[in-house]
């Protein structure tokens, strides 16, 4: 089976777009058009759901194929709610000024979720929120939020962004790792550059020694062990979450999407890449197991 058809499996964005176009069209007023909207999306995303997890428990798909397959679940939800939303709110005379992006960022945006994890979405402008910029973006969240989904957002512009990013540590992690959803996509472009050259550029010492303290306060109040009765697969010591350390450190050194372009720099060996991605993968679907055991996050 092709990327293309195990992709359609899970979800078939553009037939399910043309679905809503009819929904809407046929809707007799704005709530009804909305209500149909919600779901027929719900419905869409409990369908992606079970086919990413029926896959992973055939065997059918390892612990990170299953996160990058929910990463492509929710990118599709969000593409189509993006659209509508524009339908809903179209603007007669677009300016500059109603620009508007849609960025993953996170975990969300590095292309790894777990079945019950949060989105991280950032809501990018120009300079600063209009009217129809805030309805948009209201829309897009009230549906994503009537559809169950846990969502953590925010609403900046580059400049915000860049402010933010220098101040906190968090919110800087956050953004190396943003990934563009839909809109426009220049506006994102110019983030990304102004990203690297008034954030990333000449603070590489500064971001390691930050994420090693980090890492060590984590530890610390987690057990400083990796010998523990009921080990956290996420924040623990050697857990996930110490691999996507190692990960921030060198892609913001190194500039790189993924770990063995790190080979090419001569930071990792072949092996020692190709370890990486093992050992990554044994953990992803340890994690995905716990979450579908469970029926709810847990990294336990």
């Keep these: 089976m092709s990327e293309t058809k195990r992709q359609r499996d899970i979800i078939d964005r553009a037939a399910l777009a043309e679905e809503i176009a009819v929904l ?31 896959r992973f428990e055939d065997g059918k798909a390892s612990g990170t194929r299953a996160g990058a397959n929910l990463t492509f679940l929710f990118d599709q939800i969000i593409h189509i709610a993006h659209d509508v939303a524009a339908e809903e709110y179209p603007s007669a005379n677009p300016t500059s000024a109603d620009r508007l992006a849609i960025a993953a960022v996170g975990g969300y945006g590095r292309g790894e979720m777990a079945p019950f994890s949060d989105i991280d979405l950032l809501f990018l402008l120009p300079y600063k929120q209009t009217p129809r910029g805030e309805q948009m973006v209201e829309y897009i969240l009230y549906l994503l939020w009537d559809l169950g989904v846990k969502v953590g957002h925010s609403t900046r512009s580059t400049t915000d962004c860049v402010r933010l990013a220098k101040q906190d540590l ?11 959803l839909r809109g426009d996509q220049a506006l994102f472009l110019e983030f990304c550059a102004a990203f690297q050259e008034r954030v990333v550029t000449g603070t590489a010492v500064e971001f390691v020694d930050g994420k090693l303290t980090e890492r060590d306060e984590r530890h610390k109040k987690l057990g400083d062990s990796r010998y523990l009765v009921e080990p956290n697969v996420k924040d623990g010591k050697g857990g996930l979450r110490d691999l996507q350390t190692l990960f921030w450190i060198a892609k913001y050194t190194y500039q790189v999407d993924n770990v063995s372009e790190l080979v090419a720099h001569d930071v990792l ?6 370890n990486f991605a093992k050992d990554q993968n044994f953990l992803w679907t340890v994690r995905f197991y716990l979450h579908y055991l469970a029926d709810r996050a847990e990294e336990r």
Excluded at 269 to 274: I, K, L, P, Y
């Design 24 to 54: 809407r069209t046929e809707a007799r007023d704005d709530m009804g058009g909305r209500k149909a909207v919600l779901e027929r999306l719900r419905a869409a995303l409990e369908a992606g759901r079970d086919v990413v997890r029926r």
């Design 170 to 180: 968090t919110i800087r992690t956050a953004l190396l790792e943003a990934r563009f």
């Design 269 to 274: 060996s072949d092996e020692e890449a190709r």
